[in-house]
């Protein structure tokens, strides 16, 4: 009945519509009865949030007036609507009780020429994590974090719970004082050993573990390339090609391979995991892959997005072993253009999983052992990486300094060091190899058909780019040219950064700009891609790993091979535009779960490091204290409380004035301190300025 009423609103042309007008499209003769079922049904979807309640009894569809989506409250009290492609602010006054996490159904509108939100309905509230305790006789929930109500855990009888385990909430029902919650999924136990980064997952919504009908299904699948396999496919077992990736990888998407041509010109194969072949449209797999959305990647696990029988094995590109694949062989001239390009099954044999470091020692000119059959190709390699990096540069690709930091754990998770993520040689050549398969694939689908999935960047918000040029002016540097910031393009950011290239202030410059830039996400509209001055580009090397590239996939072999898929075209594209926001939001699901588990990690190894003084880079300030990396890439903050003196945030937010209104400390400012507390449980790292520190003295 609900997808019926729903169909009626939609047919409506979402006009308002009371529940006597929905009762008379259902049906003929309607009793008060029937009346009561649709206002009941009616009242479903808009506590689901599908329909939003108007004036006098009257109902529409949720538009782009309303969205439904999460928020995230901050300590001043205001708001943001969480949106893939930018989030909306919402003032305090129009917040509710909605906490971080909530979904809500918001609505949008404009104050003072700027969009903003307001919490219309809170749809499903997110209680985060509890442990269970029991207290003579009595099963009971504890928050893992401050909550405002009190949890009152309803009975479980399908589920046994144990004390000390960690479960996930979800909220029954709640009054003024109180929230009536039951355990929906147990995370694990307070005392095993990963429990921590269990947490940080369960909090961010990460799916683990497979479904039991994927599991039946991935038992049916070959371990092998089989003879039937080779049907329709070419044999390139002969030919040299190789895999590059970190030491430790296990899921290896993406092998090469080059030749020279007679006419100079370099012809080169990316050959990319068949994932396509073992995962069928709409199956268990495909659906679970799809849940995930893509492989999250923490400091020390991994939750696939395929299981490992697939992942580490058959899918993945392992050396000596036949594998199936989809191969982009682009023939490249000396200035970087593609001049022809061709997609095709294959068959494959990696000669050797190469890794990084080996790679580097060799493309820096140097000899690894084991690699000397493959030296003269990568050599060329790097010859043909260059040729295409200058292309990029030259089309407005932006290079940003990378300020990732990988985290190096022990056998038990623990954290034994923090260092600085490099790109060297090998990692810019694959890098540079991949966007070339990326945008000769997206070219020949979109050649051939009307659809597209594209990976897009957009231009950066004008006045977020002005006030960059502001910053840096804080700073004492001038950058000579006048901007269009209504019409940024990529040389002009190009420019920006060459320009700020040799300042003492570079990092946290280019770090700033980075920021200022908009967020890359998926989608059917193609708007090209801002930050590699891409006017068409999509994701299709890491199948293993990202739903996007299964789905473009399975677009080569419908529109481009021709091949029977389980799904027609028309079928495949209708759903397109939800499987964008879908991946579009678990990516950046992925990438928070990544980053608190980092700051989790480092504020446990910090823990230890009390007392210990550092020097530092003030990276950010707010009225009550500022942000600092040290120099050792540790991220924590130095409370205002701590410094004898009185500081006030200038209006632009770049700097402290004294009591005396000089500048006392400013964005940039290299200080050094101490470190005074570390929570691994609120992921947090506290500082106070060292004494006798030439910007203030610690109490």
Known sequence: MKDRILRIFKRSGNRKLDPIQVAKHLMKDYTPNDIKNIIDDINVLVSEGELVQCKRNTFKLVDDEYIKSKVERVQSGNGWLLLPNGDIFIDKRDMKDALTGDVCLCETFKRKGKIEARVVKIIERALGLGEICVSEGVTFVKPLRDYPKDLILLENKEMALVEGEIVKLKSVREDKKSVYVKVIEKVGHKNSPDIDTLKVMAEMEIPTGFSEETKKEVKKIPKEVLRSDYEGREDLTNEMIFTIDGKDTKDIDDAIGLKILDNGNYLLNVSIADVSRYVKFGSALFNDAYNKGNSTYMADRVEPMLPVELSNGICSLNPNQLRCAVSCVMEIDKLGNVVNKRLFPSIIKSR????????????????????????????????????????????????????????????????????????????????????????????????????????????????????????????????????????ISARDIQYILKSLKDVPDYEIISRRLLRSMQKAIYSTENIGHFGLGSKKYTHETSPIRRFCDLLIHYMIKIVVFEWDMGVNLESLASGLVE??????????????????????????????????VYDAV????????????????????????????????????????????????????????RCVAANKETRHVDFVLEEGDKNGDSK
């Not at 579009?584 to 210990?612: L, P, Q």
Request: aromatic share 10%.
């Open 352 to 487: 050797k999983k190469m890794n990084y470091d080996d790679v580097n020692v060799i493309l820096a000119g140097g000899d690894v052992e084991g690699y000397s059959e493959f030296k003269d190709t990568l050599l060329r390699m790097l010859e043909l990486s260059r040729i295409l990096k200058k292309r990029k540069v030259e089309r407005g690709e932006i290079e940003f300094d990378s300020s990732e930091i990988k985290l190096i754990v022990d056998e038990n998770g623990k954290v034994t060091d923090i260092k600085k993520r490099t790109q060297g040689l090998g990692e810019n050549l694959i890098e540079d190899f991949m966007i070339a398969s990326n945008e000769a694939t997206i070219e020949i689908i979109t050649s051939l058909c009307d659809y597209g999935l594209f990976r897009v960047h957009g231009k950066p918000n004008p006045k977020k780019v002005e006030e960059f040029v502001k910053f840096v002016s804080s700073l004492g540097y001038t950058i000579n040219g006048k901007f269009d910031y209504t019409d």
């Open 579 to 612: 499987a964008a926001e879908h991946i579009s939001v678990t990516e950046r699901r992925s990438d928070d779960c990544e980053y608190a588990v980092n700051d989790m990690k480092i504020a446990e190894y910090m823990e230890g490091h009390i007392g210990d």
């Open 618 to 673: 003030v990276d950010g300030l707010l009225k009550n204290g500022f942000f600092v990396e040290t120099s050792n890439y540790v991220s924590g903050f130095v409370s205002l409380d701590s410094i004898n003196d009185y500081y006030i945030l200038s209006d632009d937010n770049l700097c402290y004035t004294n009591r005396k209104k000089q500048v006392a400390l400013k964005l940039g400012d290299k200080v050094r301190v």
